[in-house]
């Protein structure tokens, strides 16, 4: 091969790391479309650099992730959480199915997209236990099930065991539904029971 070649190549491998760098949930279909290749060609590129797809990136970084839960354990938390910094930001991804379905319809009933965004909320608290004491929310657009549903939450504000959490949910390019919420730290006694 020709070093015309190699370097066009080179120059490929180097920008495909960094796009799974930015957001390691790209899928081969974007990462095809940014580098202008075939997604076969990504598939290649992929595996000549040793870089799990896509599912495997999710998994992997919701398994590191789970380890940080401190309020919640990772299987009351709808929706896998792939990063988080505990009293700062948590992003979690929900790929809906027709289980998240409202009956008869294509479109994602909306009690899955608060409780994407309320455990997240709470997950994102650094507290033994942790509950939503009040919410504001608005539903922007219904995804449709197979949608992948993206949640972004971030602590604005903490203050005596109060955390002011707002939790941002897009569905591809657009914001489905925002929320407000107030997270509540809950006193535990040594046996774990709320305190009274």
Same mark, same amino acid.
């Given at each position: ?6 370097? /066009?190549?080179?120059?490929?491998? !180097?920008?495909?790391?960094?796009? #799974? ?9 974007? #990462? ?15 595996? @000549? ?22 309020? %919640? !354990? ?26 998240? /379905?409202?009956?008869?319809?294509? %479109?994602?009933?909306? $009690?899955?997209?608060?409780?994407? @965004?309320?455990? %997240? ?13 009040? @919410? ?25 065991? !109060?955390?002011?959490?707002?939790? $941002? ?28």
């Amino acid at each position: 091969m020709n070093r015309v070649g190699i370097s /066009a190549k080179q120059k490929r491998h !180097k920008r495909l790391i960094g796009l #799974l760098n930015s957001d390691p949930l790209t899928s081969d279909n974007r #990462l095809a479309l940014e580098l202008g290749v075939s997604v076969g060609t990504i598939r290649l590129d992929r595996e @000549a650099l040793n870089l799990p797809g896509l599912r495997e990136r999710t998994r992997h970084m919701a398994e590191r992730e789970s380890n940080r839960l401190a309020s %919640l !354990k990772q299987e009351e938390v709808l929706g896998e959480i792939l990063e988080l910094e505990p009293n700062r930001r948590a992003l979690s991804v929900l790929t809906t199915s027709r289980e998240h /379905a409202f009956r008869h319809t294509n %479109l994602v009933a909306d $009690h899955y997209i608060y409780a994407q @965004a309320a455990t %997240l909320a709470i997950a994102v608290v650094r507290e033994a236990l942790a509950a939503i004491g009040s @919410a504001r929310v608005q539903f922007a657009h219904s995804p449709y099930v197979g949608e992948r549903l993206n949640a972004i939450a971030i602590v604005r504000a903490h203050k005596e065991g !109060k955390y002011m959490v707002s939790v $941002h949910t897009r569905a591809r390019e657009r914001e489905i539904f925002v929320a407000r919420f107030v997270v509540i730290a809950i006193e535990t006694t040594i046996g774990g029971e709320p305190a009274k």
